[in-house]
């Protein structure tokens, strides 16, 4: 937060400064805050968890030492030993495996909520931001009534249209994540309209499409592409919630929001069975804000422009 | 700024996630603090004969607080009782009489150890959402029993006991029931309470519209009259055994108020206390029934019933010493709790029985084979040992021990036999196996749902696919009762009072309307055969042909009993339970 009202004369950190010694500056801006991002230690740190996790959810059959639904008779709530890495649950199923398994819902579900939200919420943020008048007042005022409701509500209110299950928990936090998406890009495209640039291709014969898609867009990714991890992040969370409270995965499919809730009643017998769940949504989160913190920082046009 | 308010909340709701049971707990167990549980002492006079008090508790409260796995709390000699008080021949039909003043029986032993006064906390999951006694709403488990009274009571072993009833009396053709009431019992407005009360309670709670759970039994009662005022005559079209679970669960009403729009004017009866205060989510007080007729009772002067959000709360709320009393913990926390030095376990005879539904008029479980495939393939043992922390029994029949409707020779007709199972499934015609689904719900009772885990996971193994639908009660109720699933994990009720009662009041039973929609000509002839008569010894019989005829249907499947468990602290003297969830708080003393 402090670097977002931080004076543009500061100095731009080491990391910076070693990204400019040793890399080739990338022609794009673009580019460079990539660079710029994985040269940060945060970011870097943000990724790797990011990427092992996506490692583990993909190799989970080869990860998983048991099929995460495989209960094992009279090995019900063992502590983490030998044969149970992390212990087993009330029915005797391997937590390990579960939370192999559990990893695939967490970032299925935040990949699926970002995906469509921004496929939706960025579209109708250029259009409302473009146009303007009765397309924008539509637009905004349908967000404005989605974001009267908290997100969890809204979740809550989809899942319970849909049916619950972890395809219907994704969709209803995309629902969630739209409004979000959609006023991002309005409020970039309201500001960049009005440049020389726009001016001068419109001069040239750009038609609105050409604009929009290869002047405006462009040059709102910046605070998009923040958002999307951000809101990643906040769709695992979501998801973790809706599944504590019963609407996203299905039983006996471990979710980790799921396993946190079945191990709330065994919590002073069997402190891991609940541990080993939060501990892993934790390193998904901490993961993903770290790297939307880096990516913030790396875009920060002040920063762009001092390198 | 967009960015910013997304990341603190991110990062909050983390926390708040990862460490949100610790905290609960936490906050459970620093939050009440300061509030003494007993405050409000007046009269505690220090007596000389504190010291014979620890010994008196035997005769108040039946120590059941050993929770022995195989017989649920000394019950096996509690289904004697039952008959003897129910009486075996239809003429000569004086009440128990020998106990007429069964509270007076029990006192003299501990008369000079009880401590009059003091408040009592009961803990209690939920708010009172409804204010109806004759539905009786979970919610309304903690004062019903304290603010309407019955004609008798029973008492933790189910003997009847005379409480606004003096007497009763079997007419000689078995079909009619004379009521002999207390005189000058007054409601807690003063007003004396006669036959005509009792009557219109009974005919009121026949009406639909009212919703009340014992409709059932009340439907049978065709005709009532009064001879004079404290004179009651039940007529029956044809013997009804179960009256007398009647009479215990018909709470008398007052006709004036109770169908008042508004709640507070409704909660007026005869009972030992009084509702005096309500406040929304946090905790109902009542107080002493000063007009109460027995004047020695209740000992208590207050009661508060308390609101939580979730039993683990509660729990730590009652070590501690916020909460006296708490019913309804899940058996893992009454597992953990039975061993703190502060608190006993009371066990009551099991009233609730786990098992499976399937519904036998729709494919696939229409097909009898089937269906005895899936009775095969449940593995109770293993249910009673990590859903149950082993505080059950595993039973393939519909009565606990404790009942005579219990046939030892038939708890293990079915057994835990994946190879037969499989046979059958094929033999079925699902060589290659199916897929079913199986509906419960997590939010009404967790049990249910570990269950359906337990029992999916076992179906696999031999070619069953089981699709796990965890739906919400609000959901789950209509379902059910609608019989709109294939197989659902269920607990149907009044397995301890007399057969007929939970064949006719448990939906699960019910022929053609019942939850599963099983209906032949047979089953329906065999149980009106167990209900033509009052003698036990001449339904035993007819029942067992029942329950094999059941066992071997298959549709409704009995697992195990569900143990219950009142847990309070040491303190906490004479407390009983009426055969329903209901707490009788009328003999409560507070011991310390």
Known sequence: ?307 | MELVRHRRLSRRAVIQLSLGGVAASLLGACGPGPAPAAPAKPAEPAKPAEAAKPAAPTATQPVAAAIKPGESGGAATAAKPTEAAKPAAPAATQAPAASAKPAEAAKPAAAGAVKKGGKLIVGHVGDTSNFEPFIQHPTTFPFLEQIWDTPIRYDNEIKSLPSLAESWQLGQDGKSLTIKLRQGVKFSTGREFTADDLNFSVERAKDPKVGALFRPQADLVTRTEASDKYTAIWRFNSPFPGAFDLLARQFVVDKDVINDTDWKKKLIGTGPFVWTDWQPGERSVLKKNANFWDKDLPHLDEIEIKSFGDASAMAASLEAGAVDIVARLPTQEVARLKDNPNIKVFQTPVRVMYDLLLQSQKPPFDNKLLRQAVNWAVDRERFVRTVLAGLSVPTSQPFPAHSWAHFSELDKAYTFNLEKAKELVAKAGYPNGLEITCMTATARQKELAQLAQIVAADLEKIGVRVKIEDVEPAVFDPRHLGGDFQMATHAYGRANLDPSTMFRGAAAWHAGTGMTKFDTPEYRKLMEDAESSYDTNERKPKYKKLIEYIQDESFVIPLAPNPEFYVMRKRVQGFSSDGEANMSMRGVWLDG
Request: charged share 15%; hydrophobic share 55%.
């Open chain 1, 1 to 307: 937060m402090a670097d977002m009202t931080a004076p543009a004369s500061v100095a731009a950190p080491s990391f910076v400064n070693r990204a400019r010694a040793t890399w080739k500056r990338p022609r794009n801006p673009l580019g460079l805050s990539m660079v710029l991002t994985l040269r940060n230690p945060m970011g870097a740190f943000g990724l790797g968890i990011l990427l092992m996790l996506v490692l583990v959810a993909v190799l989970a059959p080869l990860l998983a030492p048991y099929h995460p639904n495989v209960q094992h008779d009279r090995l019900e709530l063992q502590p983490p030993n030998a044969q149970f890495l992390l212990g087993t649950d009330e029915l005797g199923r391997d937590i390990f495996s579960r939370i192999i398994w559990g990893s695939r819902v967490s970032l299925l579900v935040g990949i699926v909520a970002v995906v469509i939200g921004a496929g939706v919420g960025i579209p109708t943020g250029l259009m409302a931001g473009f146009f303007g008048g009765w397309i924008d007042a539509v637009i905004m005022r349908l967000w404005d009534a989605l974001l009267a409701f908290p997100g969890i509500l809204t979740g809550i209110a989809v899942v319970t249209v849909l049916g619950p299950g972890a395809i219907n928990a994704a969709i209803a936090l995309a629902i969630v994540n739209i409004p979000e998406f959609s006023r991002l890009t309005r409020a970039c495209v309201l500001r960049e309209r009005e440049r020389d640039y726009v001016l001068a291709s419109r001069c040239v014969g750009a038609r609105d499409t050409r604009i929009i898609a290869m002047h405006l867009f462009p040059n709102c990714l910046a605070p998009i592409l923040v958002q999307l991890s951000l809101s990643m992040g906040f769709a695992v969370l979501l998801e973790a919630a809706l599944s504590f409270i019963g609407l996203g995965q299905q039983a006996p499919d471990p979710s980790w929001g799921s396993m946190l809730n079945d191990s709330r009643a065994y919590l002073r017998q069997a402190p891991w069975f609940g541990i080993f769940p939060g501990v892993a949504l934790a390193a998904l989160l901490v993961g993903l804000n770290y790297l939307s913190d880096a990516l913030r920082q790396a875009l920060d046009p002040r920063r762009i422009n001092a390198a």
